[in-house]
């Protein structure tokens, strides 16, 4: 069964980073693209980013320039590497495999003005 673990969460203060990885397991990774999402308390999950099985990379508008998506097959690892992180950054962020829809469990990030 296809799993994905994130990690790397936790608290930081406004303005400092954060690097998310999300590991992949009973499944083909390395054709399939890969994408963060986020979902803060009481709100829809939303996009974040997006990276393609051949590395092409997109995001949201509220993180483009701070936060890059990569992956590194040879590990089934993706990684969102956060900067200039902002208290409205504050959410679960989620990985999930956009070519069978699954998704990891979720690592919270929390941001301190």
């Known amino acids: 069964q296809v799993q994905l673990v994130e990690s790397g969460g936790g608290l930081v203060q406004a303005g400092g980073s954060l690097r998310l990885s999300c590991v992949a397991s009973?499944?083909?990774?390395?054709?399939?693209?890969m994408g963060w999402y986020r979902q803060a308390p009481g709100k829809q999950r939303e996009w974040v980013a997006t990276?393609?099985?051949?590395?092409?990379?997109d995001y949201a508008d509220s993180v483009k320039g701070r936060f890059t998506i990569s992956r590194d097959n040879a590990k089934k690892t993706v990684y969102l590497q956060m900067n200039s992180l902002r208290p409205e950054d504050t959410a679960v962020y989620y990985c999930r495999n956009i070519w069978n829809g699954y998704w990891g469990q979720g690592t919270q990030v929390s941001v301190s003005s």
């Open positions: 009973g499944s083909i990774f390395s054709n399939s693209a």
């Open positions: 990276i393609t099985n051949i590395g092409n990379t």
